[in-house]
């Protein structure tokens, strides 16, 4: 399909990205963690560092799967917009995470990049996937921008939690 052949660079760049940072963010917080003095908080680790990966892993699976060789939207369409839902769902899963987890006090950048911006990224996935069939070529710009917005996310939140380890709990 010449209209999604058109997008194969960007989502080629954009799915190594995402790739090549879900390695790092492994090795990054497996060096803290085997730290002296470090506990590990499972409940704060599901609200601050798995969304991260799961941002980095839709956006190298959406990638991988915007690359495929469609001959219609319409698969592409239900798999971006099945991925629009699942991304709200697990982004109020996050939301009630980061309201019970105990270990931190959450500032409105955490709020911003854990709860809002996620949301307007698939909210911005489902609503592609519901103009998709009258408005093609825009709808595939609002699932680019969906893509992007996720990886930055996770790029803010891994650089995040790196500096608050780094500088703030070693001050400690």
Avoid: K
């Avoid at 190594?16 to 497996?30: E, P, R």
């Avoid at 601050?48 to 469609?70: D, E, N, Q, R």
């Avoid at 697990?90 to 987890?101: A, E, F, M, S, W």
């Avoid at 998709?132 to 995040?160: K, P």
């Amino acid at each position: 399909m010449t209209v999604l052949a058109a997008w194969q660079s960007f989502y080629v760049i954009v799915g190594s990205s995402a790739g090549a940072l879900i390695g790092l963010q492994f090795v990054v917080l497996s060096l803290i963690a085997n730290q002296p003095n470090v506990r590990v908080d499972h409940q704060t680790g599901g609200a601050f560092s798995t969304p991260t990966i799961i941002h980095f892993s839709a956006v190298l699976t959406l990638a991988a799967i915007l690359c495929a060789p469609w001959t219609a939207i319409d698969a592409p369409t239900v798999i971006f917009g099945t991925a629009g839902v699942a991304g709200i769902v697990y982004t109020t899963i996050v939301t009630r995470r980061i309201r019970r987890q105990t270990a931190y006090r959450p500032e409105f950048e955490d709020w911003l990049f854990f709860v809002v911006l996620p949301f307007v990224a698939h909210g911005t996935l489902l609503a592609s996937a519901l103009t998709a069939w009258w408005h093609v070529r825009e709808s595939l710009v609002g699932v680019g921008a969906a893509v992007l917005l996720l990886l930055l996310i996770g790029i803010h939140n891994a650089w995040d939690a790196v500096t608050y380890h780094v500088f703030t709990r070693r001050q400690r």
